[in-house]
């Protein structure tokens, strides 16, 4: 179950299903309507072995996962009703896929996703300890012997579960907790039975009570018993489009994390959904991976749309780039390029798609239909330099240009080298080039092109495709010539013009320790006595500080500038920097900033080259 997962009324459009609250669930958890398992009926399997594993999440994740076919009103898919596909035959055919097809390239985690412990009615089911248990019916042979087959074949085996202590398994606060002498249900809410979650399909946990972390470490105990090697942990707050201190789950998160930590077993812990940002160090500090965004899916007739989420990706992902690393992920969902007519995207926008990610570094795990998967998927999702990207050391990239319909994002490489894409956002074909000036450096570059698996030669200060409607091209540019000589203007100087509310503030990110704020309601910031050489188009450095993505008009002397969407730098203590193209002419210039009638980012500095 993912973040609107089960819970978008029938016949909701894609923009506002994605962020209705689905009645279903609800319904079906609220009326308690639960099944206890007796204990002779549980699953009582003996510990699995767990296997020898590098550092958990050294690498972002790669694998596959149910929820995108689950979620799907694509033909055939959910023959018994909505969500139906998830059953123990459908998950070991595309475990068995997975082997066959992507496990040499990196994949490897089969991850269940929601309604495992409930019945295509959605009738959940609990043992006598309060703790889900499989539906007999989706997995008539329960979840160790799913885990066990997935591990036969080499592969890693994941699971699910909505934060908080499900309704369903109060039973009037009088279920014990197992492995926890005198605790029971009653002993872990708080007495109000206030709710939490993205769904409020659960009550909140109070680990004030030490019976709190008993119940958490019995369900991590379950998992590492049935072999389970990846928990994802939905609904969680702040996010999941919930705020306030009900929905605030990051003691759950550290709760879990403490409990997986003694369960004997390396488990991969992923949170989901739309995470609040302003807690990015305590998902860093508990998980190895966090869902930034809602879903990707479309809840319609294909898997996706590229109005319904996917696009939103390139507005929403730069906020998050400095928070990634080894450890730890920016999830961007699920990647369902394999298999065009069931995605419901055109092949440029599939290409569009897995290059976005891969520069992300996010977790990389389909959605599709393994067994159907069509040659220009299995060409997208096998591409070993492109994968290479997505694994790699590098830092996450981020744009390098503002964010308008054509961009270019890039990272520098190890080596030296620079990742770099282009993206055209637009609804009709487009050029976009990349400047050598926007990496710091000019002249000759050698290109290599990563989806096309091909050396394109030499480049001399940039490249330039154009592209089909959200298209893009991916490639790895390696710097011939010499490092780009620039003079830096700062924001807060005396020589400069400010007018409306625009001021100096501190900052501590910044290069000078200070900025220009406030500016907004055509507020103004005016660099003066910009100098060069000689006349030509220069590529401008501006520095920033924005905590969400904000516009600004730029223009030099007395054009007329051009409304330029800088990307969030994720708070507003982070700089970070984008390129423009300005006409400067020989001699002394102005650039100038104007907020217009909206909110502009605050300013650090300019860079400008010392020649075209």
């Not at 669930?25 to 398992?37: F, K």
């Not at 990389?364 to 067994?371: A, E, I």
Request: proline share 5%; aromatic share 10%.
């Amino acid at each position: 179950m993912r973040s609107s997962s089960f819970f978008t009324m029938p016949g909701a459009t894609p923009r506002s299903g994605r962020r209705a609250i689905r009645a279903v669930l609800v319904i079906a958890l609220t009326a308690g309507v639960a099944t206890a398992v007796p204990a002779a009926q549980a699953e009582t399997p003996t510990p699995a072995a767990a296997p020898a594993t590098t550092a958990l999440a050294a690498k972002p994740f790669m694998g596959w996962s149910s929820w995108s076919m689950q979620s799907s009103k694509y033909p055939g898919l959910n023959p018994d009703g909505d969500y139906s596909y998830l059953t123990e035959a459908n998950i070991l055919k595309q475990a068995d896929a997975l082997a066959a097809k992507l496990k040499p390239y990196g994949y490897e985690y089969v991850n269940i996703d929601a309604g495992w412990w409930m019945d295509k009615t959605w009738k959940s089911g609990f043992d006598q300890y309060g703790r889900q248990t499989p539906d007999p019916v989706r997995f008539p042979s329960g979840m160790k012997s799913v885990a066990d087959h997935i591990h036969s074949k080499g592969l890693k085996a994941g699971i699910y579960l909505p934060v908080g202590l499900e309704k369903g398994a109060y039973n009037d606060g009088k279920t014990p907790i197992w492995n926890a002498e005198g605790c029971t249900t009653a002993d872990i809410v708080y007495s109000d039975l206030r709710t939490t979650n993205g769904w409020d399909s659960a009550y909140k946990i109070d680990f004030s009570n030490p019976c709190a972390q008993k119940y958490v470490d019995s369900q991590a105990q379950q998992f590492a018993d049935w072999g389970y090697d990846f928990l994802k942990l939905d609904g969680v707050g702040p996010g999941s489009f919930k705020s306030g201190d009900q929905y605030n789950n990051v003691a759950d998160v550290a709760a879990w994390q403490k409990a997986i930590a003694t369960a004997g077993r390396p488990i991969h812990f992923e949170v989901s959904w739309s995470l609040d940002i302003a807690h990015a160090a305590d998902w860093k500090q508990y998980s190895n991976g966090w869902r930034i965004d809602t879903d990707v899916e479309c809840y319609c007739n294909t898997l996706v749309t590229w109005e319904n989420s996917v696009e939103d990706r390139w507005d929403d992902s730069p906020a998050w780039s400095n928070k990634a690393g080894p450890g730890g992920w920016n999830d961007l969902d699920a990647i369902d390029v394999g298999n065009g007519e069931m995605d419901g995207l055109t092949k440029a926008e599939r290409q569009s798609y897995m290059t976005l990610w891969a520069i992300n570094k996010s977790p990389l795990y389909t959605g599709d239909d393994l067994t159907k998967l069509d040659s220009y998927g299995v060409s997208l999702l096998t591409n070993k330099e492109v994968i290479a990207v997505d694994q790699s050391a590098s830092p996450v990239a981020r744009p390098v240009t503002s964010v308008n319909d054509q961009q270019v994002w890039g990272s520098k490489n190890a080596d030296g080298s620079y990742t770099v894409a282009l993206f055209n956002l637009g609804e009709s074909p487009a050029a976009v080039t990349a400047n050598w000036a926007s990496f710091g450096f000019t002249g000759n570059a050698s290109v290599r092109d990563l989806w096309n698996k091909s050396n394109l030669g030499t480049y001399q200060n940039k490249i330039t495709a154009t592209l089909p409607a959200h298209g893009s091209r991916l490639f790895t540019v390696k710097p011939g010539g010499t490092t780009l000589a620039t003079t830096s203007y700062e924001a807060e100087a005396p020589a400069n013009t400010l007018s409306g509310n625009a001021s100096v503030g501190g900052c501590d990110a910044c290069s000078g320790g200070k900025k220009v704020g406030n500016l907004y309601s055509g507020g103004k910031l005016q660099f003066n006595d910009v100098t060069v050489k000689k006349d030509g188009i220069y590529t401008v450095k501006i520095a920033y500080v924005s905590g969400d993505a904000r516009s600004v008009n730029v223009f030099s002397n007395s054009g007329n500038g051009t409304s330029q969407k800088f990307p969030s730098t994720g708070d507003w203590s982070t700089a970070e920097t984008i390129s423009v193209q300005l006409a400067l002419k020989a001699g002394t210039n102005t650039i100038t900033l104007d907020s217009g009638s909206g909110y502009a980012p605050d300013i650090d500095r300019i860079v400008v080259p010392q020649s075209v």
